[in-house]
């Protein structure tokens, strides 16, 4: 979903300390698990090369598909256990948020009509931000709670930011056409080209913004004006 790559389900995993709602094992494929921040480690050390999301990451996901006042219809399952009315829900990206309810000192609540999900965001001492999804509402707002609250994870890819690579001089230039190269990044597995006609790369070349190129390091431009 735009840059970021989620988990189609809640984890599901069973670890000491974690919960299932109700006590119902057929409720961990449908809700998934349930897990206190203090289980973050465990969590991520079971799926390697993904990582409990941060509030950054989740605000991000709400950017891409929205804001916050629609971002939770639009990432809500239409079914997924969610009392009616389920507000907004259109589930645009195969996102599936379902209604998790959550578990703390022996008590199961809020099944159909709420989706508590862990950000990896502390806030004041013992308190985590989570993402809250609603019934009744098409909203997706943060929110602080203990941190032995035990609701839901859903994993995002771990990723690497990587450096801007550093561009060589053109080659084979023509009145109407050169071609551009750079130096290959460590970890890069594709480049995107950018070409303006100013150094402040505020006229671009049409086709030619942010244009996915692949994996290579020369790219032949053609079709230029004669300036």
């Not at 809640?10 to 961990?28: C, K």
């Not at 639009?74 to 507000?87: R, S």
């Amino acid at each position: 979903i735009g840059s970021q790559i989620w988990m189609t389900k809640n984890v599901t995993v069973a670890l000491p300390d974690s919960f299932v709602y109700d006590d119902d094992e057929g409720n961990r494929i449908l809700y998934g698990g349930m897990y206190p921040a203090s289980l973050f480690d465990a969590v991520e050390a079971a799926h390697p090369g993904w990582i409990v999301p941060s509030l950054a990451d989740w605000q991000a996901l709400i950017d891409f598909v929205g804001d916050s006042t629609d971002a939770g219809g639009i990432l809500k399952a239409i079914a997924g256990g969610w009392d009616p009315p389920n507000t907004g829900a259109i589930d645009t990206y195969a996102f599936e948020a379902r209604s998790t309810g959550y578990y703390i000192s022996g008590i199961y609540a809020l099944l159909g009509q709420y989706g508590f999900y862990w950000t990896r965001t502390p806030g004041t001492a013992g308190t985590t931000y989570y993402m809250l999804f609603s019934y009744d509402n098409d909203d997706l707002t943060a929110s602080l709670t203990a941190d032995e609250t035990c609701i839901a994870i859903r994993l995002i890819a771990q990723y690497t930011a990587l450096d801007a690579p550093v561009a060589l001089p053109a080659t084979n230039i023509t009145e109407t056409s050169f071609t551009a190269n750079w130096e290959g990044v460590t970890g890069a597995t594709g480049y995107r080209l950018t070409v303006a006609t100013d150094a402040a790369f505020t006229d671009i070349v049409a086709g030619f913004n942010s244009l996915d190129v692949g994996n290579v390091l020369t790219y032949d431009v053609p079709g230029l004006d004669i300036g």
